[in-house]
């Protein structure tokens, strides 16, 4: 019988001693799958040493993947970039002009950074990088005084010549086009460089009733889209305890629904972070949910429940950590067994 596939995100440590000691109760743990953050820091200073935590993983029977840490500033993450304040010139800028702590998703700046990195990740010798929750730096606006991103210099440009007439300083239907275009288009290239490297893609996308399901099945659609993740974080998106079940049952069957009949398998996200005292056993339930919706892998974010990163772990770490122990034993018991 195959092992139900676990992934855990491991982040917080670069020393292969103590690297060696956590995957090993990964592996312990059942965990097919370690997730790697990999940052600019980790780029700049440490790639010979993601190397060597990927081959410590592969020798205790673990698959790596590599996810981009707020890569400049585009993804998911508590990193900072380097490359923002290399290119002030290529950040993205807000509707009124002002520059925004993230590189523009179509200029030159950040494909030079992505193709870095995947150089690194290939490198490393991962087999998957995830697309982890790629974003401009703002999110779409909810009122008509929200500030929006990208409006730099070169995105007007191409807004200009695709509609015929400046790029206006409101959101209008047209915007909401053109910068979702930006995104999809920045994701198809990127999936593209990875494929060349001989990498495949995760992506990893966030509920956002905004946007829906907006995009994910031409996403999925796209060669070199292996898996494909959702951050369902109940908690973190401030669903009542009440409403999770159908909450998370709601973007777990949207997120089937847009791989159904491809060759792409699902990743359903964990939070393990940031959880108050007294909701510890939701996490439990959420992981038999997504088994009894057949998603192909369950991940948690993260190893010991981020007690790394105070402003992030949850009131009880121990207790989150040994909640998601045990239901992942019980998990493996039930497939195995
Ligand atoms: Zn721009």
Redesign the pocket.
């Known amino acids: 019988m195959n092992r139900p596939d676990l992934g855990i995100a491991y982040f917080g440590n670069r020393y292969p001693n103590h690297a060696r000691a956590d995957l090993a109760e990964m592996a312990a743990l059942g965990t097919t799958t370690v997730v790697h953050t990999c940052s600019e820091a980790d780029l700049r200073w440490n790639p010979g040493t993601m190397a060597e935590l990927v081959s410590i993983g592969n020798e205790l029977g673990l698959t790596a993947w590599f996810t981009p840490w707020a890569l400049g500033g585009i993804f998911g993450g508590e990193a900072s970039s380097y490359a923002v304040m290399e290119h002030p010139e290529a950040t ?2 807000d509707n009124l002009g002002q520059p925004l702590p993230a590189l ?4 030159e700046p950040l494909r030079a950074l992505i193709r870095r990195w995947l150089d690194c990740a290939a490198a490393a010798g991962v087999t998957v990088v995830t697309w982890d929750e790629p974003h401009l730096a703002l999110p779409n606006p909810k009122s008509p005084d929200d500030r929006w991103s ?1 409006r ?1 210099g ?2 007007q440009a191409r807004f200009a010549q695709r509609f015929g007439h400046p790029m206006p300083a409101v959101w209008t239907d047209e915007v909401a086009d053109f910068q979702h275009d930006t995104t999809m288009r920045a994701l198809e290239w990127m999936i593209a460089e990875a494929t060349a490297r001989g990498l495949e893609s995760g992506l990893v996308l966030l509920p956002d009733e905004a946007i829906g399901d907006r995009g994910w099945r031409a996403l999925a659609s796209l060669p070199g889209v292996t898996w494909f993740g959702l951050t369902p974080y109940w908690v973190f998106e401030q669903v009542p305890s009440e409403n999770v079940e159908p909450w998370l049952q709601q973007w777990l069957e949207r997120m089937q629904a847009a791989i159904d009949g491809l060759p792409v398998r699902s990743v359903g996200w964990i939070q393990a972070f940031a959880i108050p005292a007294g909701r510890e056993a939701e996490l439990a339930r959420g992981i038999e949910i997504m088994d009894e919706l057949d998603i192909d892998m369950v991940a948690v974010w993260a190893f010991r429940a981020c007690a790394a990163m105070s402003e992030l772990a949850p009131a009880d770490p121990l207790k989150v950590w040994t909640t998601i122990e045990t239901a992942v034993r019980a998990r493996a018991a039930g497939v195995n067994g």
């Open positions: 993205q800028r523009c998703l179509d200029q990208c730099c070169h995105c």
